[in-house]
């Protein structure tokens, strides 16, 4: 198992760009999250999906959409980056009937100049 | 909402010695699930250890051990016998175990864990 991938590892954008944050697992989990982490705070939840083609909005949604046509992946879009959206971002899932353990990716640190 | 507090910004400890980290929590709810995460500088969040609300027990993995107090809404961690290896950053997170908040992990702003040799 490859367990929570995600690409890129590092991107740096230009503002006004746009981009998808790819993320896939390979556990067959129903639940998958996006979070963000900026320097001094926790993890903040922008998306999450409950299964494919259901999806809904975390703590920070503005700026980002998702969609869930797979079991395997969520991908992330930036719409048109803003220097507030640099950030370090994780992508986790988890089974719907496992109570607590979620899987985090590696995450990807992306730079909007 | 739900709110995580980690009063400790940073904490350091001796090789082989032990040492507690502090959270506290905010909430109305009263079944709910608590974790400690580690972030390592490979950036990768591990879990370390959770706790079920209705469990009174605290719960251990190896050198790791909470302090579950739920009337003071407080989940400290104890790592004992600190190894190198336990530098990190460590995250207390919140997850409600009702069906749609249950998604949303709520974390604190973390403890930069130093061990020194």
């Known amino acids: 198992n490859a367990g929570v991938t995600q690409t890129p590892k590092f991107q740096v954008l230009k503002t006004g760009q746009s981009m998808t944050l790819q993320c896939a697992q390979d556990?067959?989990?129903?639940?998958m999250s996006w979070y963000r982490q900026d320097p001094g705070m926790g993890l903040r939840l922008i998306h999450y999906?409950?299964?494919?083609?259901?999806?809904d909005q975390g703590e920070v949604p503005n700026g980002y959409n998702v969609s869930r046509s797979t079991t395997e992946d969520f991908p992330l879009r930036l719409l048109s980056a803003a220097p507030s959206q640099t950030s370090v971002y994780f992508c986790?899932?988890?089974?719907?009937?496992?109570?607590?353990?979620?899987?985090f990716g590696p995450g990807t640190r992306l730079t909007v100049t | 909402a739900q709110t995580v507090t980690q009063s400790q910004p940073e904490m350091s400890v001796q090789e082989a010695e032990t040492v507690t980290l502090s959270c506290t929590y905010d909430?109305?709810?009263?079944?709910?699930?608590l974790f400690w995460y580690k972030q390592p500088p490979s950036r990768q969040m591990i879990l370390v250890i959770r706790?079920?609300?209705?469990?009174?027990q605290n719960a251990t993995e190896n050198r790791f051990s909470v302090n579950f107090q739920k009337a003071a809404k407080s989940f400290s961690l104890k790592i004992s016998d600190s190894q190198l290896g336990d530098a990190a950053m460590y995250f207390c997170?919140?997850?409600?175990?009702?069906?749609?908040?249950?998604?949303?992990?709520?974390f604190g702003k973390g403890t930069k864990l130093t061990v020194n040799p």
């Open positions: 997170a919140y997850r409600s175990a009702f069906q749609g908040g249950s998604e949303k992990l709520v």
């Open positions: 909430t109305s709810e009263s079944d709910y699930y």
């Open positions: 706790q079920e609300a209705y469990k009174q």
């Open positions: 556990m067959n989990h129903e639940y």
């Open positions: 999906s409950v299964g494919a083609g259901i999806t």
């Open positions: 986790a899932s988890r089974r719907a009937t496992t109570s607590y353990e979620q899987y």
